[in-house]
């Protein structure tokens, strides 16, 4: 059964002007030690920051209920899988409310896609439970 659908997109240009103005301040508040680890190397950087900017909107969305408030930028990691494959780690109140969201008897897994073409950046998300 599917728990939460969410998608987003980002200006790539925007996360880059953010980097450029806050640095590392901006950096810290909104990207793990993990992602950023991933990102800094990489020389489309701000391209591998937005895809994961998108990506924790995305699941944020996914994750909303009618009442419930906004997540810690870092609550949602954007890990990928030894083949590339992006994979959201929820930790603090985005797994909380996952938990929530997940009937009993039940596991949840989100899924995550990631795409970028300059200057956008987009991300989709899906969480589905299935029975133990």
């Known amino acids: 059964m599917i728990l939460g659908i969410g998608t987003d997109i980002c ?7 953010l980097i450029e103005k806050f640095g590392q301040k901006f950096l810290d508040k909104t990207f793990t030690t993990h992602e950023q680890s991933y990102c800094e190397p990489k020389s489309s950087k701000g391209s591998s920051y937005a895809k994961r900017f998108a990506a924790k909107e995305a699941v944020a969305k996914a994750l909303a209920t009618t009442n419930s408030g906004a997540l810690s930028w870092t609550d949602v990691e954007v ?30 897994r989100v899924f995550l896609s990631l795409s970028d073409d300059y200057p956008y950046a987009t991300a989709y998300a899906l969480i589905e439970a299935h029975q133990k």
């Open 11 to 17: 200006d790539i240009t925007r996360i880059e002007d």
């Open 79 to 108: 890990k990928n899988d030894p083949s590339g494959r992006p994979r959201a780690v929820l930790q603090g109140g985005a797994l909380e409310r996952l938990k929530a969201k997940t009937p009993d008897g039940h596991e949840a």
